[in-house]
C-alpha cells in the first residue's frame, strides 16, 4: 500500500510540474518596410514567424515591401530620416536598444536628415 502512494504522489507531482512547468507560448513579430514608398507596418505577439510575417507584408500595402522577423521575447524598431529615404531597423532585447541601435543605423544612411523611430514593438 505504501508503494501505491509513492506512486501516486509521484504521478502527481510530474503532472504538476507538467502544468505549471510548461514554458509560456513563444509570440513573434515582424516589421516591414518599402524604401521607394516609405510605406512600413509591423506586428508582434503572433503565434508563429510565418503568420507575423505575412500580417506584417499586408498591412505595409506595398509589393516592395520587405519583411523582417523579430524573435520571441525580442524588441524590433524601425527608423526613418525625416528628409531622405534612409532608415535603420534593429532587434533586440530591450525596446530602449532597439530604438537608439534602429536610429543610428538610421543616421550612417543619411546625410542631411534626422532619424526618428516610427514603429517599435516588443514579444511576449
Same mark, same amino acid.
Do not use: F
Given at each position: 500500500?505504501?508503494? +501505491? @502512494? $509513492?506512486?501516486?504522489?509521484?504521478?502527481?507531482?510530474?503532472? $504538476?510540474?507538467?502544468?505549471?512547468?510548461?514554458?509560456?507560448?513563444? !509570440?513573434?513579430?515582424?516589421?516591414?518596410?518599402? =524604401?521607394? +514608398?516609405?510605406?512600413?507596418?509591423?506586428?508582434?505577439? !503572433?503565434?508563429?514567424?510565418?503568420?507575423? #510575417? *505575412? $500580417?506584417? @507584408? #499586408?498591412?505595409? &500595402?506595398?509589393?516592395?515591401? =520587405?519583411?523582417?522577423?523579430? *524573435?520571441?521575447?525580442? /524588441?524590433?524598431? @524601425?527608423?526613418?530620416?525625416? +528628409?531622405? #529615404?534612409?532608415? &535603420?531597423?534593429?532587434?533586440?532585447? +530591450? @525596446?530602449?536598444?532597439? #530604438?537608439? !541601435?534602429?536610429? !543610428?543605423? /538610421? =543616421?550612417?544612411?543619411?546625410?542631411?536628415?534626422?532619424?526618428?523611430?516610427?514603429?517599435?514593438?516588443?514579444?511576449?
Amino acid at each position: 500500500m505504501r508503494g +501505491t @502512494l $509513492l506512486i501516486a504522489g509521484g504521478i502527481a507531482t510530474v503532472i $504538476l510540474l507538467l502544468v505549471n512547468g510548461a514554458p509560456a507560448h513563444a !509570440e513573434y513579430g515582424a516589421i516591414a518596410y518599402d =524604401q521607394m +514608398t516609405g510605406s512600413y507596418a509591423s506586428s508582434s505577439n !503572433e503565434p508563429t514567424a510565418a503568420r507575423a #510575417k *505575412e $500580417l506584417a @507584408l #499586408k498591412n505595409c &500595402g506595398s509589393p516592395g515591401c =520587405q519583411v523582417h522577423a523579430v *524573435e520571441p521575447h525580442g /524588441c524590433g524598431a @524601425l527608423a526613418k530620416s525625416d +528628409t531622405d #529615404k534612409a532608415w &535603420g531597423g534593429a532587434d533586440r532585447e +530591450t @525596446l530602449d536598444a532597439a #530604438k537608439r !541601435e534602429a536610429v !543610428e543605423h /538610421c =543616421q550612417t544612411h543619411t546625410s542631411t536628415g534626422h532619424c526618428n523611430v516610427v514603429v517599435s514593438a516588443c514579444n511576449r
